[in-house]
């Protein structure tokens, strides 16, 4: 998170011992903002969560949540009356409060005593700052920071022959997903961690399987908004077979790229080996030496200065400890070449 206000409005809400929000998806996925202007930007019904780790980092802030239920937005809150909620809250009467006042009274008066013009001083200036961040909360009418919510319950259900069958199914393409890829076994022990009981609760299950996946946004908004229990076992049922398919998918790749690349390997080995032997059999000539001896016969019968010569038996000897491969191996080769023509 970037935006300064709302990174403000989350740490009163943490210093209130507050730490819950809302998480509500964009309806725009390229939509990277931290605040919508109007809530026709983001679906109704989202997540009830809660902050469970506060990260700062000078202009930015990076927050961990853990979602609790389902909640729906029924409209928007000002917030200037939110703020005035907050400040009954922080006056209510409790014993510890009542002992702070008086300890709070007793400083004031001795700051008074002291130096009353700049205690008076300093009350302008924090008149003058509540009101700068009054009118940087409530004055921008086209940002949406607080909403009003109401919990969303599934209907009612029982436990048909229907429901029964679609949890069996969803169970068994969820092992079948975990069988391929290993990694979805960490979103499954992290669930087991929790103490929810999957298997046994076809809410849980729905949800949990549509995690699992990776569908598109509106997708699992579906799943999300869902509140028949058969509907939302289907959605995520649906999910499931096509990651499934995805994954199956990726496997098949998988092992023929690493097919293909272990049957080059084999076939480069087994030249190189090839070549080995033919060297050492006399069959064949190493690259460099036959480049070698071909320059060494172009000069043989010449009659050459003998700096020329030097120059010719440098280079040959620098060759020979060359890289096949390497571009100063080719500059030898062609300076060489150049010069036994001439």
Known sequence: ITDKELMELIRRKCRLAQPYAGAFLKKDDSDEADVVSSLDDIYDVGTFVQI??????????RMIIQGHRRIKISGLID????????????????????RKERINSFGRRL??????????????????????????????????????????THEPFEQTQEIKALSAEVIKTIRDIIAKNPLYRESLA???????KVVDNPTHL????????????????AVLESTNIPDRLMLTLELLKKELAVVTLQQKLG?????????????????????????????EKDDKEAISEKFRERVSGLSLPKAVEDVIEEELNKLSFLDNHSSEFSVTRNYLDWLTNI
């Open 52 to 61: 469970t780790e506060l990260q700062e980092f000078g202009e930015r802030m």
């Open 79 to 98: 917030p200037n009356e939110n703020t005035k909620v907050e400040e009954k809250e922080k006056k209510k009467d409790t014993p510890n409060r009542r």
């Open 111 to 152: 700051r008074r005593l002291q130096d009353i013009g700049s205690v008076n001083s300093e009350r302008k200036k924090e008149e003058e700052s509540d009101e700068v961040t009054a009118q940087s909360t409530g004055g921008d009418l086209k940002r949406v920071l607080l909403v009003k919510t109401e919990n969303l």
């Open 190 to 196: 992290q669930l087991i961690e929790t103490g929810k």
């Open 206 to 221: 729905a949800d949990f399987g549509a995690a699992l996946t990776s569908g598109e946004s509106h997708q699992l908004q």
């Open 255 to 283: 092992k023929e790229v690493e097919e293909k690349v272990n049957k080059m390997q084999r076939k480069y080995l087994l030249q190189e080996q090839l070549k080995i032997i033919k060297r050492e059999l006399g069959l």
